[in-house]
């Protein structure tokens, strides 16, 4: 697991202006060793080319199986991970998906080696990983329970139609007199709010375009861990 970003602080540091405390390192290794997983933390890399292709290489001279990357995955200046990864040679088989949160989101090879590149965004970054990295890690293990169950449940409140990217909203779970899971949804959805996923239950799964919904209407869940 590889977290880059020059505005990333380790918890019990005091973040100065336009710092971070980090924190989705420990939600990755967490989710990794839940499906039986070792895991080794690279660190963080800092906002350079240097910095960020040699944390790629110490990965690949680890024998890892899967390198797992966090932040830098968009388009800004300082966002290079894409660059760098493909200047190690990894061959990307996608950048970029119709999905919300985690879009910036890659996959790739390094020769044996799988890459996942996560978004930064706290939330994106584990919503991503729970339906990537999870399914990957089962795959490679020989299991036969690869992909997260979805369940039949009904809203619990309304919810505007969707555009073109799927949908997955944080949200907590009830049981309602006649057996039905009712799903409603927090209130805010920004990638950013830990909070907020924290008390999430599971994830219901929008497709694209969906139409407007009712409180009431069936839905579609992916259960989360705990």
Known sequence: VLATGD???L???DPKPGQIVLSNGYALHALARQEGADTIDLGIAADTMEATTAAIRRARDSGADI???TGGASVGDHDLMHVALQAEGVALSFWKIALRPGKPMMHGRLGDM????LPG???SSYVCAFLFMVPLLRALSGRTDIQHALEPAVLGNALPANDQRQDYLRASLARRADG???ATTVSHQDSSLLANLAVAQALVVRPPYAPAAAAGDSCTLIRLPG
Do not use: F, H, Q
Not at 114 to 117: A, M, S
């Open 121 to 123: 965004n706290p939330v």
């Open 11 to 13: 918890p019990g540091s």
């Open 114 to 117: 799988r890459v996942i590149g």
């Open 7 to 9: 505005e990333l602080v």
């Open 180 to 182: 039905a899971t009712v």
């Open 67 to 69: 390198l797992v990357t």
